[in-house]
């Protein structure tokens, strides 16, 4: 049995009183399938998750107690989901304890919206046989508190009474952590350059709901994205993940770092980051001190253009890695190589079609030091599956389907990032297809350092594949150190990483505290 190819986890040693080692485990915390009122099954939902990610909490459509009537009876669509939800509470226990195991989690949750308090996740580290409803935030967050669970705030920048947060009602020991971006865009800033809540958009953001009045308000919590597909995706690429330095990938060890906020967010790319004051992991509140010495850790699979450290809402740093970075990459050496696929005929002239790729890809000269998969919602499908596997060091098999119909955000392509270590100045690429046409490419990496290679697969409009130019460690990795001398201060100061990528991909850290 051939395993998944998932993202290596990286372990780093913590100054914690135990010296714990924390890994790296990718998941997603907040989407919806037809046990619900959105589309496909949870098992598929299940098999998705278990496909390309660590860890899930599948939370389902549960409840609307403000529900607005509207014309036609068409709030109905969400009362009706509410009970298919319901309905299907045990099986929905049963499914996610069934698919835990070592190497993979599936947290039970559920959704509860509310116009005046905002939406909800709850998510439990056990099961949980009561599916509890109320009509007050203030209930929620006590059954919330009694079971243990987590009460995640999400789509919060929406204005208060439109289902954007209710920051009145922050209780920072059931919400260790707000989920900043998701498929409805981002909450940090009014202005931050992800998404202006345009996919399930209730309206545009407002200040006095954004992450970071609430951080100016001294609230406390840490960073999540997560997708809110509503195609039964958890984890599609685009719409959120999020990353958690966890012991290990158990419910109760993901919990127990979520509530020490050691987790952040990230648009889609698996961007890894690390963000340390004076050795305390991110999440962190440190006594008041005047010298801070900030480390930031960052390996994104894509050039990065800009990583900023964030002090009490302003800029205070930045670092730009192209700056001092070698271009293009050197071979032999460390590189990535994104490969897209999809495109194809335009669903506009009624043309749209699903395409489905059988890839083997082989590299010759180095070895694959891993693969990302980069795999949106779009195009539904209950039976086809995106799947990608390692075969040996040097083959990789991709499964997958493509779609201009319903493309997310109008990408009407998925990718894999390939990590590769080239030993020789002459390793090359090998691509088979077997679907949807028989085909064969070779490309020597040297021809991939300046230059991307596009081959269609087909006459005009047919679908067509592109290698994107290597990207070397030093436009992609940055270590950095910056000092922070502070006056005694009154109030305490908060710090967060932004990355951003030239692809437009982001992370955020979760904050530190001084003070
Ligand atoms: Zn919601
Ligand atoms: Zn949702």
Not at 117 to 126: A, K, R, S, T, V
Not at 237 to 266: C, F, H, K, N
Not at 268 to 287: A, C, H, K, Q, Y
Not at 364 to 369: A, K, Y
Request: hydrophobic fraction near 40%.
């Amino acid at each position: 049995m051939l395993g998944a190819v998932r993202p290596t986890s990286r372990a780093v040693t913590r100054p914690t009183d135990d010296g714990a080692k924390y890994q790296l485990y990718w998941g997603d915390l907040h989407n919806h399938n037809a046990v619900g009122y959105a589309k496909g099954s949870l098992e598929r939902s299940i098999e998705i998750a278990q496909e390309h990610l660590d860890f899930f909490a599948f939370t389902g459509h549960a409840w609307w107690h403000d529900m607005p009537k509207m014309p036609d009876d068409r709030h109905m669509k969400w009362g009706n989901g509410f009970k298919v939800h319901r309905d299907h509470w045990t099986k929905t226990r049963e499914l996610l304890r069934e698919a835990t195991s070592e190497e993979f989690t599936a947290l039970l949750g559920y959704e509860w919206h509310s116009s005046g308090f905002g939406d909800y996740c709850l998510i439990f580290p056990e099961d949980q046989p009561d599916l509890y409803l109320p009509d007050h935030v203030n209930k929620l967050l006590e059954f919330a508190a009694e079971k243990q669970a987590l009460a995640i705030p999400h789509h919060l920048a929406y204005a208060r009474s439109w289902r954007g947060a209710n920051f009145d009602h922050f209780t920072p020991a059931v919400s260790p952590v707000v989920e900043i971006f998701s498929e409805h865009g981002c909450s940090e800033t009014i202005t931050a350059p992800v998404g202006d809540f345009i996919r399930h958009s209730i309206g545009g953001r407002v200040t006095e709901n954004s992450v970071d009045r609430q951080l100016e308000r001294g609230l406390r919590f840490g960073f999540v994205a997560s997708s809110d597909d509503h195609r039964g995706y958890p984890g599609a690429y685009g719409e959120g993940l999020v990353a958690i330095w966890s012991r290990d990938v158990s419910p109760l060890a993901l919990v127990e770092a979520m509530r020490q906020r050691r987790t952040y967010a990230v648009t889609g790319d698996r961007i890894e980051l690390d963000f340390t004051i004076n050795d305390r992991p991110m999440g962190s509140e440190l006594v008041q001190t005047t010298d801070r010495q900030i480390d930031v850790a960052v390996i994104a699979p894509d050039s990065i253009k800009m990583i900023e450290l964030v002090r009490n809402g302003h800029v205070i740093e930045r670092h730009f890695p192209e700056d001092t970075a070698i271009r293009p990459a050197l071979l032999p050496g460390q590189v990535n190589c994104r490969l897209r696929y999809g495109w194809g005929p335009w669903a506009a002239l009624n043309l749209g079609r699903i395409c489905d790729w059988e890839m083997h890809i082989e590299i010759s000269g180095g070895h694959f030091i891993n693969a990302l998969p980069c795999f949106q919602t779009g195009p539904f499908d209950e039976q086809r599956r995106d799947q990608l596997r390692l075969l040996k060091r040097t083959h990789l098999h991709l499964s997958s389907h493509t779609s201009r119909v319903k493309a997310y955000g109008e990408d009407p392509t998925k990718a894999v990032i390939l990590e590769i270590e080239a030993e020789r100045p002459d390793a090359a690429l090998s691509i088979e297809l077997k679907s949807p046409v028989v085909q064969k490419i070779i490309t020597p990496l040297a021809d991939l350092l300046r230059d991307n290679q596009i081959h269609f697969t087909g006459t005009f409009t047919a679908e067509s594949f592109m290698l994107q130019p290597l990207v070397g460690p030093s436009e992609r990795r940055a270590t950095l150190c910056w000092n922070d001398h502070r006056l005694a201060r009154k109030n305490a100061d908060w710090y967060y990483v932004r990355v951003l990528q030239h692809n437009n991909h982001m992370a955020w850290s979760s904050p530190i505290w001084v003070g």
